[in-house]
């Protein structure tokens, strides 16, 4: 979809799903993963790392979400 076709509504309905779901998964699972043992994996799109014609503004909301699971180990390292 053509960016000046697109309005705020649906970059609420693409980050939403695309970033925020993201965030929220890792943030649900992060508790057990520190009691316990586990591994927060995260599938992208080359959409984030190269954009993608005619969908800026997914491709933007994928760009966002790529770096998290590499930021987790700052506070939760990967078992020994």
Do not use: Q
């Amino acid at each position: 979809m053509p960016f000046l076709a697109t309005n705020e509504a649906f970059w609420d309905r693409v980050l939403d799903i695309n970033f925020k779901g993201a965030l929220r998964l890792t943030h649900a699972v992060l508790p057990d993963v520190e009691r316990k043992w586990g591994r927060v994996i995260s599938i992208g799109s080359d959409a984030g790392r190269v954009g993608s014609s005619m969908e800026s503004v997914y491709s933007g909301a994928k760009a966002d979400s790529s770096p998290l699971p590499r930021r987790l180990p700052e506070r939760w390292p990967a078992p020994a």
